[in-house]
């Protein structure tokens, strides 16, 4: 097992311990084993294999919302999947009540509850993304959907989460200010957000709360010991080809409503992320990457430990990809579907592999 340790930079370091250090990371990356942290399965494949997939665990099943078809118009899907463990089989559930990508997906006392995204629209006659304020309460167990206040900014490609009987929404995409047109396309102004927004559900009301340090989208975040923890994301733009990713981790308190000074970046920069939450560490897989000399859809697999402020790299995915839905059931961690290329290469492969790393009991 690899461990990034953070503030332990030696730049006297021989090119022989660079060397040694390299072949570490290698050998956390092709021998699962040397671990000691669990093993990737496969699962029953994904009935619909679709890009911008996105998971959530209620009531120890894994679901799986939204699916985008990006040719030749970018057009919602608005699936749900139930996964059963004990069973290990998929089952199709009523589609979302309002088709939408790019979703914030946080789960409260068995529900999940779904804020914002983006539906279809266009510039210049061009398929485009508009970013919606809609917020829905999803019931697994009646299989129903029931809508609720909506967000005070319309966005998409945010991230939500759960402390206590709050939830927290956090950054994501917007229109330029002024703008006229309600969608957004790579070549158009857009405003890139650290807005976090608190949905009280038993009042089905929101209040503004102490703004993000680095304004992102595309990001991950998990929750440990009372704090949540914003990871990796993009910033510039809702599109990769008209941004940058970053590995940037920052927590936020919610009950001082501060946020924290920056911690351990991840060991590998990315937006587009699958995310959970094991044994009080946070654990991120694939996501994607652009820049002039590559496209890249990530196999990583890094955890990071909130009580040390150090990552670990771990046994990567077999296929890498983005837009992957998952997170933490039990004691797996999912990674469901997804595109097996970045975004902009003009072909999409989705892919219908259903993989879960089980984490060593």
Known sequence: MYTILVGQRHHGA???AMFAIAGLMHLALVAPTLCGQGKWVSLPPFPEPHEEVIGQGANGKMYVFAGLVSAPVWLPVGMVYEFDPATSKWTKRKPMALPAHHLALTEYRGKIYVFGGFTAGTVDGLSAWTPIDNAFEY???????????PMPVKRGAAVAATIGNKMYVIGGVTTAPGA?????????PQRVLATVQEYDPETNSWRERATMPTPRN???AGVVNGKIYVIGGRIGAAFIAASSDLGNVEAYDPVTDTWSAPLAKMP????????GVYEGKVYVAGGENQDFFQHTAYHAFEGYDPATNTWTILPPMAIGRHGVAGGVVG????????????????VMVSTPSADAFEFAK
């Open 14 to 16: 021989s090119t022989l």
């Open 139 to 149: 019931d697994p167990v009646n299989d129903s959907w029931k809508a609720l206040a």
């Open 180 to 188: 006229t047109n309600p969608a957004i396309r790579p070549n158009t």
């Open 218 to 220: 595309h990001t991950a």
């Open 268 to 275: 590998t920069a990315r937006s587009g992320l699958d995310v």
């Open 331 to 346: 004691n797996r961690f999912y990674a469901i579907s997804g595109d097996v290329q970045s975004s902009g290469t003009g």
